[in-house]
């Protein structure tokens, strides 16, 4: 306060409110903490809305911002090897002439290996191909869909400079709106001619074409090079596993590659293999007549009377364990050798598995190195399963199958894509006498073990031309174990296979 004046016997006393401090209120710790919060949340704001701006706009400053969602949020690494995303290619543009619908029958590698032909089969024809369904009723009633198994955005992503690849037929194609699809089977082991001259034309009458059975429907040889690249490109490029299955399957190569170069044994000795082919040596009579039983109960098994010891002497029973024991040891595997057994359950358990597993003490299988929580969702999804066995098989140091099924025949193919990756394919019909001999008593162990790797000393895939026989399609070398027109020996492999191999996660050996 301050007087400015008298006035008579009065002092009038004038007030400046300005020149007064203002009181002071002392701020509490939950004004200070609601500040702060406040704060920090408008700045996150903003720096939500800049990055998102910077993703769509890209300017040169903001690619220089690093991220603070980045360190907050850390993204798991699947694969140490793993490339970064790509952009799309561009789609080839072409007329489509209907669309292709196909039913893949069989187990997971046979499925994929007709993936891949009915891809370049779409690609001949210039249709419009749907994804694949899968097989849900064959002896395994795996439930999987397409996209349980692959990745199917990489998958009609990567193939879109070649064929257009749709999630399902448009609706005006639906049996439920009454549209009636053309059904039927393609002729097995056709050549580009029986597909331009016999199967294009029903498109003009037809949209929508059905295959309902995909098994080798198309022929291993006389196919000119470009459809050959393609069924290639599709098999090592476009058919990914998902996510969930990579990441479980670099786990457990990851794991074995810990323990030292080891072995991945396909061990075909499962119960759809021997009811089958027919084969039941080393079983009891009891396990002989359910396997019989078995065979009858499936009609697609055309084959029924079978003399299991006549079909062994010629080399097409698989294996059993404890003949694989002894040709393991023979070919020089000591008891250190760290084993992945890659299969389904082995016929007859562990009983079975007891004379290898003594022999090779080290043998493991997916069940024993991942816990029962990581393999649940994959229970009851034999085609989940076996993915994980091809990953491993295909990344192992050596691979021995003891049965020239699809996946053996598969697994070597992608071996010798990636640079002839040591794979040893057993002699079955040598080794069957030598076997009888050792284990009757005839001839002693070190006879059998030099006699073992005598007959298998060239067994060891090498780059050869594919054996043809062309009156006997059945007979000659499968495609995809043996896919030389993709093989590359030059110095420089990048463009071997076109636009896709470069962005490539499977790198080309040379």
Known sequence: MEVAKSEGNKSVIHVRYDKLPAPVFPRTRLQVWFIWVCSSILVWTCLVHLMAIGELWHPKFLNKIPNPAQNLFPVVIKDPVQSPPTPLIP????????????????????????????????????????????????????????????????????????????????????????????????????????????????????????????????????????????????????????????????????????????????????????????????????EAEELEHMRYAFPWWREKEIVSEERRSQGLCPLTPEETALVLRALGFGKETPIYVASGEIYGGERRLSALRAAFPRIVKKEMLLDSEELKHFHNHSSQMAALDFMVSVASNTFIPTYDG?????????????????????????????????????????????????????????????????????????????????????????????????????????
Not at 127 to 144: G, H
Not at 272 to 284: I, K, N, R
Not at 483 to 488: I, S, T, Y
């Open 91 to 286: 789609a080839r543009n072409y007329t489509s002439n209907g669309f292709l619908k196909v039913s893949c029958n069989g187990g997971l590698n046979q499925m994929r290996a007709a993936i891949c032909d009915m891809v370049t089969i779409a690609r001949l024809l210039n249709l419009t191909l749907v994804v694949p369904e899968l097989d849900k009723t064959s002896f395994w009633a795996d439930p999987s869909n397409f996209e349980d198994i692959f990745n199917v955005k990489h998958f009609i992503d990567s193939l879109r400079d070649e064929v257009r690849i749709i999630r399902r037929l448009p609706k005006r194609f639906n049996r439920k709106y009454g549209y009636q699809l053309l059904e039927m089977s393609p002729i097995s082991w056709s050549n580009e001619k029986y597909y331009l001259e016999q199967i294009l034309p029903l498109f003009s009458k037809h949209k929508v074409l059905h295959f309902n059975k995909t098994d080798a429907r198309l022929a291993n040889n006389a196919l000119p090079d470009e459809l050959q690249k393609l069924r290639c490109r599709v098999n090592f490029q476009a058919l990914k596993f998902t996510p969930e299955i990579e990441t479980l399957g670099y786990k457990l190569v990851r794991m074995l590659q810990a323990k030292g170069h080891f072995l991945a044994l396909h061990l075909r000795y499962e119960m759809d293999m021997l009811a089958f082919s027919g084969c039941t040596h080393g079983c009891s009579k009891q």
């Open 406 to 510: 699809n996946m053996a025949r598969l697994v070597e193919g992608h071996r010798r894509y990636l640079g002839f990756r040591r794979t040893i394919l057993l002699d079955r019909k040598s080794f069957v006498g030598l076997l009888d001999l050792y284990q009757n008593g005839t001839i002693p162990w070190d006879k059998f073990e030099s006699s073992v790797r005598r007959v298998n000393n060239k067994r060891i895939v090498q780059p050869v031309p594919r054996r043809v026989i062309p009156s006997k399609p059945k007979e000659e070398e499968y495609f995809y174990a043996n896919p030389q027109e993709c093989l590359c020996m030059a110095p420089d492999c990048n463009d071997f296979l076109g636009s896709g191999l470069a962005n490539s996660s499977i790198e080309v050996k040379r």
